[in-house]
C-alpha cells in the first residue's frame, strides 16, 4: 500500500485524505485540531489511518512524521504554513504538492524547487488554481496553440435563493473569498501581462442548464497559467469566477461604494450566505481556447454528495489525482522539479477525475 501525508485536514484536506484512500492509499493525516483527526478516525478504515497532532510551527514535528517513507507529501494548509511543509520536501527528495493560496509564497516554493530539488514539486493545485489551468493546457495542446484562453469557474447555488440577494453560499474561505475580490488581478492582454481591478470585466455567460451567469476578474485563479501562455505567443489570457447574475454589482458596491471593512464582509457572507440556508452548491468549470477561427471549449459541472459538498470535491479531486499520478512515479522524469500545469499527462488526470467523480 503507498503512503500518502497530508498536513491540514479541515474542510478541504478531510475530502483529500478520503479521496486518497480511495486510490488505495495509507494516509497519514496532521492537523492542529484533535476534533478533526478525530473526525477521519472515525470516517477511515483503520488500516488506511495514521493520525499526527501538530503544533502551528511544524518545524519540529516534520520530520518524525515523515521519517518513514511517504511516496508524496499533499499540503492543504493556510498559505503561512506550507512553505515550511515544502522545503523540507524539497530538501529531502520527497514528492511534494501543494492548494496554493498565496502567489508569492508559490512562485518562492517554485524557486526553490528549481535550485534544489531533485523530486516534483507542484503548487497550485486545487480547482483554480489547478483543474481549470490544466484543462485549458489541454485546450492549447488539441489546437496546437491559442491566440486566446479563457478560463472560468464558480462555486453557486444549485438553485437561487429567494431571500438571498447575493444568490450565494459559503463553501470555502471567507477570507479568501474577500481578498478575490478586492484584490487586483493580473490578465494577459494584447500580448502583455497587466494589472485590472478586481470585479471589473463584467460578461454574460451561457452555462448549460444554469443558463445565463455573470463572468468576472478575480484574483488568484490564473496562477502561472499567464506568463506560461505569454511565453507560447498567446494574446489573450485571463481567469474570471462565475455567478448568479446580480452578486458582482452588490459585492461591488459593498466594497467599493460602501468602504465595508472586512469584518463586516465576513458577516455578510458568514451569516447571510450560510451553507445551511441552500439545497446545495454546484460547481462550474469552464474552458475556452481560441486560435484563429477555431473554437474548444470544456464545460464541466460538479454536484454535491451526501458526504460533500461540490466545492470541497472540485477542489480535493484535482489535487489527489496528481498526487496519485506523482506517487507512481509518471512525474519523476519531468524536465524540472518545479512542474507546471502542461506537465500533466491530461489523459490519466481526465479519466481518473471522471471515475471519482462519478461516485
Known sequence: MKKAAIFGVGQMGKVISSTMVKLGYRVSCCDVSTNNLKTLEEELPSVAFDGYLIRSTLKEEIGDILKSNHDVVISALPYHQTETVA???????????????????????????????????????????????????????????ADSVRMMVGGIPLTRIDKNPLNYVTTWSVDGLINEYRDDCEVLSYGEIKKVAGMSGLEDIEVGLLGTLEAFNTSGGASHTLRSMKDRGVRDCSYKTLRYKGHR????????DCFLPDKCLKQIFQVGCSTSADKGDVVVILSEVRKGDLIWRKENIVNATSTASAMQ????????????????????????????????????????????LAD
Open 87 to 145: 522545503g523540507y520536501c524539497i530538501d529531502n527528495g520527497i514528492r511534494y504538492c501543494d492548494l496554493g493560496g498565496r502567489v508569492d509564497v508559490s512562485e518562492r516554493i517554485n524557486s526553490y524547487a528549481k535550485e534544489n530539488g531533485s523530486a516534483p514539486v507542484m503548487t497550485d493545485l486545487g480547482l483554480a488554481p489547478g483543474w481549470v489551468n490544466i484543462l485549458s493546457e489541454w485546450g492549447f495542446s488539441q489546437l496546437g496553440g
Open 249 to 256: 454589482d452588490i459585492v461591488r458596491f459593498l466594497i467599493n
Open 313 to 356: 470535491r472540485a477542489t480535493a479531486t484535482p489535487i489527489s489525482v496528481v498526487a496519485d499520478l506523482m506517487a507512481q512515479g509518471q512525474l519523476d522524469s519531468s524536465a524540472s522539479s518545479s512542474l507546471s500545469y502542461s506537465d500533466i499527462p491530461f489523459s490519466e488526470f481526465d479519466l481518473k477525475m471522471k471515475e471519482l
